[in-house]
Each structure stands twice: as structure tokens, then as C-alpha cells.
């Protein structure tokens, strides 16, 4: 008897510790094909480099619908998987800040919690036994490391695809969200960009968000080309976007030379001129060429912008027209605008790997120069539907009062962005005078480089509007990629964001954003029509064998004691 029950309480004690060990130290074996359990190799090595504690409060407490059921604990997986890759050093809860709270309370934690960029999603949802009913959520997760927070958005938010595939996509992000937050709380600077000016960039209320948004994340100068000898070092990126005036050799060299020494660009330009103003007062324009003299330089690192404009039929934002008059008041009507098309990525590349649709404006193509050391990665391109118009190109009204058939776009794909990696020559190779050379060898201690030492990227966009935002007398500037006709929000910020962090983090993070993990949906019809075929395998066959099995074993256990 006494043996008996020491071997209970060995049993209790060992299944009281394998219960405590399997709660520490979260492991398992992935067998699925995509590996959505196994973290990336960048992210790996962030977690176990942490010398201090990351707490993480996530703000998805509480009973959900399936979706965001699954969502919740998706999230507690993923931190469990980088807790025990850190060694314990994430650490996280989670909470409903509204449970147990007044009106007046909830009021005063909505607006602290958006001070920190956490806000509330109005969640409805309908069954058969509720009824409809409404739930505020906090799709967010808060980040603190190192005396620094920052938010963390739970929840993709992309109105192309169903419910379903958003909640999908937010699974898939988790990771890199949370390690990325991680990663820039870490940093004890923020990465030094530069945003180029001196030829007629876009600077003022246009691109008040673009350079809001990269200032909370870098720390931004503006750098006047026309007024600088060189571009220092120092800046992990610079931006060139739309610039409108030419370029000469000696701006031209002053690029090309940060080029060389290592530096990365993310050039958004615009080769034609397109006043939409005019379409107010003529309805219609001819484009007019910049002349910006970049070609050169361009086609030397492996691409050509051409000077062309990008039609689509298939995927194009829509454009209010007035259609009529009723009691002295104009009648407006949504007509699809060919000359601004939408970029649905389809590439694998971690900078637009399950991101939303990017709108374009008057978008030129872009051709690949073949460079056996310069690799090329097509980020963004028109749909099957779609053409290119050359230079000089007649934009007009009249275009929306006119049915346009497939069959009249017939050169589909075109590409609009480009990442290029490898090691770039200077287009000034073999052109420079040897007193030249001279000069800036002795003068400015700064040795002509004919082309990089390790490989280096660029980012080349065909179009000059992709960063700007609308601006509006009642609102004020408006966000990046935000269609005001449609109240639509694009992921035009996502973009240039992740392109921005791909040129300047050499961690590698963003190779978590590259997995792919597919949404497998069941088939509703067949769930109803083998439903309870599937409820007697699962549930009546597994009884049916640990029956027999109790059989079989009274049954030779009556048969040796009858022996005895």
C-alpha cells in the first residue's frame, strides 16, 4: 500500500514538472510545408543578442468571434516562440483595458491609448444565439524595451482582400512586427537618411507625411545637392523624388560617388510633366519632357525609365466627372481613370510581400539593362490589362466618356518599380580628365572610385507621386496613398517604408515578412454534406477503438486468472 502510494506521488511530481518545464520552455517540432512555426535566421539572432527584457501587452482579451479568436491566439504562440528563442527575455500579458470599467473610464483610456498609437476597432459580429451585437477591440500590442515603447498594430487592415485573408495576413506578420519593434527600440540612434533637394523636389504640404512618418522613424536631413561638394558617408539612404529640374555632370558625379562608396538610393522620378490643373480649365494637356539628363546614369546601374505613361484598364483609380445638371446643381459620377493605375504586388520580395495595393499617377514603365553583376527584382507592374502611351501623350477628359475594351490594352505587365543589388560601375568611368582627378585627390582627400567595393541596392520608381499625400482646405494634409473620392487607403506608406528599411537595416528582419503562409479554406458545401460523416470518425471511431481495446484487455486478463 505504502509502495502504491509513493509511486502516485512520483507520478504527480513528475507530471507537475514536465507541466512546469513545457510552460518555460516552448518548443515543438514543425511539420508543416511553409514552416509558419520556425522563425527567420535575422530573427533568431536578434533574440538571443538581447541584453535586456522586452515586456509585450497585448490588448486582445477576451471572447471574440472565430476570426479573431484564432488572431488572439496566434499571437500568444508567436511571443511564446520568441520568449523561449530570447531565453526568457520576452515577456508579455494579456489584457482588456475596458473589463471592469465605466463609460466615463473607458473615455479616458481610449484617449490615453491613443496618444500611444493604440486605437479601438468597433468589432460586430451576428449568430444565431446573440444575435447582432458590437464590441470594441484593441487590435494592438504595446512594446517596451529599454525605457522606450512603441506600438504595434495586431491587425492588417486590407480592403483587396476578404475578412478571412486579412486575418491570415495578420498571422503571417507577427513576427516581423514584433521583432521589428524590438529592433528599432534596441538602437540607441535612429539610421541617418537624407531627403534631396535643389532641383524642384517635392517639399511643403505635399509631402508633409512622407516626412513626418520618416522622422519618427530616422533621423532625416534635407540635403541640398546644388550647395554641397559631396554626400557624406554617414546617410544610410538618401531620397530623390521628383525632381523637375536638369542635372548636371557635377550633381550627376556627386550621386554617383556616394554610389560607389557604399551609399543606397530609393529614386522616385518622374520623366514627364503632367499638369493636372489644366484638365480644370481645357480638359485636356500634352506632357511635356523634364529633361532631367538621369538617363545616363540610370542605364549604367541597370535600369531605363522610358518616357512613356502606363494605361490600365483593369486596375485604375476612379476620377469624379460631371455627367449632367439637376436644379442648377453639377451631377458628379466616378469614371475609371486609366492614367492612374493600381499596383496589386505579386512578387515574393519581403518589400511588398503581403502588403496592400499601391496607386500610381501618371506612371512611366521601366526596362531592365541585362548586367551580369547587377541583379534585378521587379517590385511593382500593371495588370494583364494594361499599355504604354509614348511621349508626347494627350491626356483628356473626353477619354471617360468612352467604353475601353480589353483587347485595346495589349501590353500587359509593365514594370513600374525595380530593386537593383550588386556591384554598380560609375558612370563616369573613363571620362574624367587626370587634372580633375587631381584636384580631388589633393583638395578634397576624396580618390575617384570607379565602382563599389561590396554590393550595394537602389530602388528605382517610375513615378514621382508615390510619396506625396492630398491636401484638402477642411482637412488638412491627408495621408500617403489615401484616394479621397473613394475614402480607399492604399499601401503607397507601407511601401516606401519597407523599401526605405530594406536600403538602410542590414539585420535582414524584413525576410520575415517573405513567408507564405496560405489561407486553406474548407469547402462549405461539403462541411454540410459529410458533416456528420467526419463527426463519426472523429468522435465515434476513436470510442470504438478504446472499446476494443478495453475488450481485449478484460478479456486475456479473465483468461489468466481463470488459469490461476
Known amino acids: 500500500m505504502r509502495l502504491a502510494v509513493l509511486r502516485i506521488v512520483v507520478l504527480a511530481a513528475i507530471l507537475v514538472g514536465i507541466n512546469m518545464l513545457a510552460a518555460r520552455f516552448h518548443t515543438g517540432i514543425d511539420l508543416t510545408k511553409e514552416k509558419r512555426f520556425t522563425l527567420s535566421k535575422p530573427t533568431t539572432k536578434l533574440l538571443r543578442e538581447m541584453n535586456d ?29 520568441l520568449r523561449s528563442v530570447s531565453g526568457g527575455k520576452v515577456v508579455f500579458k494579456f489584457t482588456d483595458p475596458f473589463e ?61 482582400v476578404s475578412p478571412w485573408e486579412n486575418l491570415n495576413n495578420s498571422q503571417n506578420l507577427l513576427e516581423y512586427k514584433f521583432v521589428a519593434a524590438i529592433n528599432r527600440l534596441n538602437q540607441p540612434d535612429k539610421p541617418s537618411i537624407a531627403y534631396v533637394v535643389g532641383h524642384g523636389e517635392t517639399l511643403g504640404y505635399t509631402s508633409y507625411d512622407l516626412l513626418k512618418t520618416l522622422e519618427a522613424n530616422y533621423k532625416l536631413d534635407t540635403f541640398d545637392l546644388t550647395a554641397n561638394v559631396f554626400i557624406p558617408r554617414s546617410y544610410k539612404a538618401i531620397i530623390i523624388n521628383r525632381p523637375t529640374t536638369t542635372f548636371d555632370d557635377k550633381e550627376k558625379f556627386k550621386i554617383d560617388q556616394y554610389i560607389m562608396e557604399g551609399g543606397r538610393v530609393l529614386w522616385a522620378i518622374d520623366q514627364l510633366f503632367t499638369p493636372m490643373d489644366s484638365l480644370k480649365r481645357s480638359e485636356q494637356f500634352i506632357t511635356m519632357d523634364y529633361g532631367l539628363e538621369l538617363d545616363d546614369m540610370l542605364f549604367k546601374y541597370g535600369a531605363r525609365i522610358n518616357k512613356d505613361v502606363i494605361e490600365d484598364q483593369q486596375q485604375c483609380l476612379p476620377l469624379p466627372i460631371i455627367v449632367g445638371a439637376q436644379t442648377g446643381n453639377p451631377q458628379m459620377q466616378l469614371r475609371p481613370w ?3 493605375p493600381i499596383f496589386t504586388p505579386t512578387s515574393q520580395h ?87 582627378l587631381k584636384v580631388l585627390q589633393d583638395s578634397l582627400k576624396r580618390p575617384f572610385k570607379q565602382s563599389v567595393d561590396s554590393a550595394t541596392s537602389m530602388i528605382v520608381i517610375a513615378d514621382g507621386n508615390i510619396m506625396e499625400n492630398d491636401f484638402s482646405q477642411s482637412k488638412g494634409p491627408m495621408e500617403i496613398g489615401y484616394w479621397q473620392y473613394t475614402e480607399t487607403r492604399f499601401a503607397n506608406k507601407d511601401f516606401i517604408m519597407n523599401c526605405i528599411e530594406y536600403l538602410t537595416d542590414p539585420s535582414g528582419l524584413l525576410e520575415a515578412r517573405a513567408k507564405d503562409m496560405p489561407l486553406r479554406m474548407l469547402d462549405s458545401k461539403r462541411v454540410k454534406s459529410e458533416k456528420l460523416t467526419w463527426r463519426i470518425v472523429n468522435i465515434g471511431f476513436p470510442l470504438v477503438i478504446i472499446g476494443l481495446f478495453a475488450a481485449v484487455y478484460i478479456f486475456f486478463r479473465k483468461r489468466r486468472y481463470e488459469k490461476r
Request: proline letters at 4%; charged letters at 25%; hydrophobic letters at 40%.
Open 53 to 81: 527584457v522586452a515586456v509585450v501587452t497585448v490588448y486582445l482579451k477576451g471572447k471574440f468571434p472565430a476570426g479573431f479568436q484564432r488572431l488572439a491566439d496566434a499571437t500568444r504562440e508567436k511571443l511564446e516562440s
Open 100 to 160: 471592469g470599467k465605466a463609460e466615463e473610464e473607458k473615455l479616458a483610456i481610449s484617449k490615453q491609448l491613443s496618444e500611444k498609437g493604440i486605437f479601438a476597432l468597433n468589432l460586430q459580429t451576428q449568430n444565431e444565439d446573440e444575435g447582432y451585437a458590437e464590441k470594441w477591440v484593441f487590435p494592438y500590442a504595446l512594446v517596451q524595451y529599454k525605457d522606450k515603447e512603441t506600438a504595434v498594430s495586431i491587425l492588417e487592415n486590407n480592403k483587396w
Open 338 to 340: 486609366i492614367f492612374y
Open 350 to 436: 519581403p518589400v511588398v510581400k503581403n502588403i496592400s495595393a499601391v496607386m500610381g499617377r501618371f506612371v512611366s514603365s521601366i526596362d531592365t539593362i541585362k548586367n551580369p553583376e547587377v541583379s534585378k527584382t521587379i517590385l511593382l507592374q500593371s495588370s494583364k490589362y494594361s499599355r504604354t502611351e509614348d511621349f508626347p501623350v494627350r491626356v483628356s477628359l473626353s477619354l471617360l466618356n468612352f467604353p475601353l475594351t480589353a483587347d485595346m490594352f495589349n501590353k500587359p505587365y509593365r514594370n513600374a518599380a525595380v530593386l537593383l543589388e550588386g556591384k554598380f560601375r560609375s558612370v563616369f568611368q573613363n571620362r574624367l580628365a587626370p587634372e580633375f
